[in-house]
T-cell receptor
Framework: DAGVIQSPRHEVTEMGQEVTLRCKPI?????LFWYRQTMMRGLELLIY????????DSGMPEDRFSAKMPNASFSTLKIQPSEPRDSAVYFC?????????????FGPGTRLTVT | AQSVTQPDIHITVSEGASLELRCNYS??????LFWYVQSPGQGLQLLLK??????LVQGIKGFEAEFKRSQSSFNLRKPSVHWSDAAEYFC???????????FGKGTTLSVSS
């Protein structure tokens, strides 16, 4: 089975531009998570969804960030307008909740550079 | 609030030597516990997981971890390290299935020949 798929793998954009990151979770999984990794703050949760419904968005830095999950197989994370401090690696992870521990499986990440 | 501490930022181990990476957590009950490994430029790969049962759990790539409730620890071990084990290792805690994970800051493992 394919793992979590993220696109693009790398994104370089100028300050003020809109950035959209995409994620396709593992088929059949019912929870999806967006994390951000930086040297200073490590790995931190931005938002997560259960059954396509946002459950906790307390990690979203500010109104410039938004996330959607229109269906079980697709999610987007949008930054508008982008700022240099948004430069980081953004990971999407999915899990199957309801059986076992519900461990999370991570995608390869999107490395975002905002100049 | 829950927290995870990985006391060692960087560890160097000789190839063939044993390895132990430390992880301590802060949570009132037994959390869901995980170890992930991240190679440079890659995503996080799940090594092993624990919630209940035998406190010594086996994972992939020859890794194991032991849960010690009295010490709030979940240390990762490997009897003989290979050069390919060089990577960053993250301990993570979840308070229940399906919720977000809280990660430690990570331990970078270097393997010397």
């Amino acid at each position: 089975d394919a793992g979590v798929i993220q696109s693009p793998r790398h994104e370089v954009t100028e300050m003020g531009q809109e950035v959209t990151l995409r994620c396709k979770p593992i088929s059949g999984h019912n929870s999806l998570f967006w994390y951000r990794q930086t040297m200073m703050r490590g790995l931190e949760l931005l938002i997560y969804f259960n059954n396509n419904v946002p459950i906790d968005d307390s990690g979203m830095p500010e109104d410039r960030f938004s996330a959607k999950m229109p269906n079980a197989s697709f999610s987007t994370l949008k930054i508008q307008p982008s700022e240099p401090r948004d430069s980081a690696v953004y990971f999407c992870a999915s899990s199957l909740v309801g059986t076992g521990i519900g461990e999370q499986y991570f995608g390869p990440g999107t490395r975002l550079t905002v100049t | 609030a829950q927290s995870v501490t990985q006391p060692d930022i960087h560890i160097t181990v000789s190839e063939g030597a044993s390895l132990e990476l430390r992880c301590n957590y802060s949570y009132g009950a037994t959390p869901y516990l995980f170890w992930y490994v991240q190679s440079p430029g890659q995503g996080l790969q799940l090594l092993l997981k624990y919630f209940s049962g035998d406190t010594l759990v086996q994972g992939i790539k020859g890794f194991e971890a032991e849960f010690k409730r009295s010490q709030s620890s979940f240390n990762l071990r490997k009897p003989s390290v290979h050069w390919s084990d060089a990577a960053e290792y993250f301990c993570a805690v979840g308070v229940q299935a399906g919720t977000a994970l809280i990660f430690g800051k990570g331990t970078t493992l270097s393997v010397s020949s």
